[in-house]
């Protein structure tokens, strides 16, 4: 299967840069390039990509309000947050908008593609450490989820999983964390997907925090 992509970012260069990377790949074709997020929108509407590369800061409608509206419309497009601004905020309210992931624009091209598969497959994707500074950058968060509630159907092992993957474990991290095969924990995880309506591990990380099953820490003060 090829897939779809749009490009959407504020500089032609670095659009294109973008958009000959991608188009290069036997399994990828770029089916339109947008300079801010109304563009991206009515490009979608036209193209019916499976994924929007999107960047946050854009003149006339940003990439968040684009995403927003994007990912309001179901399962395609699934959106890519790509920017340079590593700024947590950002990346919560972009997860929160319904993002897929979010990478940093120096990230590696071939990081950037894999990224790209990932999303068109269904699951979500962050850049490496952005969830351990996500979730460390909201001190005093909400406190611990009481037994029961939204979590109820979960075993205690998919409970344990569903923390672990709030503190930014990949499936082998977790593995070796509770000393069981990856495979097994992949299981684990798919299970508390289904059972919590959840889209991919990038919605149970935003569910781990705001139940509280992670901890935010203060940074140590200089």
């Given at each position: 299967m090829t897939?779809?992509?749009?490009?959407?970012?504020?500089?032609?260069?670095?659009?294109?840069?973008?958009?000959?990377?991608?188009?290069?790949?036997?399994?990828?074709?770029?089916?339109?390039?947008?300079?801010?997020?109304?563009?991206?929108?009515?490009?979608?509407?036209?193209?019916?990509?499976?994924?929007?590369?999107?960047?946050?800061?854009?003149?006339?409608?940003?990439?968040?309000?684009?995403?927003?509206?994007?990912?309001a419309r179901g399962e395609k497009p699934r959106v890519l947050v790509l920017t340079t601004f590593d700024l947590d905020a950002y990346v919560y309210e972009a997860l929160r908008v319904g993002a897929s992931g979010f990478l940093l624009k120096d990230a590696e091209p071939d990081d950037l593609l894999d990224a790209i598969r990932v999303v068109a497959e269904g699951d979500g994707v962050l850049a490496p450490g952005v969830t351990r500074r996500l979730i460390h950058s909201f001190a005093g968060g909400a406190p611990p989820v009481a037994p029961g509630g939204t979590l109820d159907g979960l075993t205690p092992r998919e409970r344990e999983v569903l923390q672990l993957i709030g503190t930014g474990l990949n499936n082998t991290e977790i593995g070796e964390r509770l000393g069981v095969a990856t495979g097994t924990v992949k299981s684990h995880v798919n299970a508390l997907l289904g059972k919590l309506g959840l889209r991919d591990r990038v919605q149970a990380t935003i569910l781990a925090y705001d139940l509280g099953l992670v901890r935010p820490r203060m940074p140590p003060a200089h």
């Open positions: 897939i779809r992509v749009i490009v959407a970012d504020d500089q032609l260069v670095v659009r294109a840069g973008f958009a000959a990377v991608i188009g290069a790949e036997p399994d990828m074709t770029v089916v339109g390039e947008a300079g801010d997020g109304a563009a991206a929108v009515q490009l979608a509407e036209q193209t019916a990509p499976d994924v929007v590369v999107m960047d946050i800061r854009m003149p006339d409608m940003d990439g968040l309000t684009a995403t927003r509206l994007l990912t």
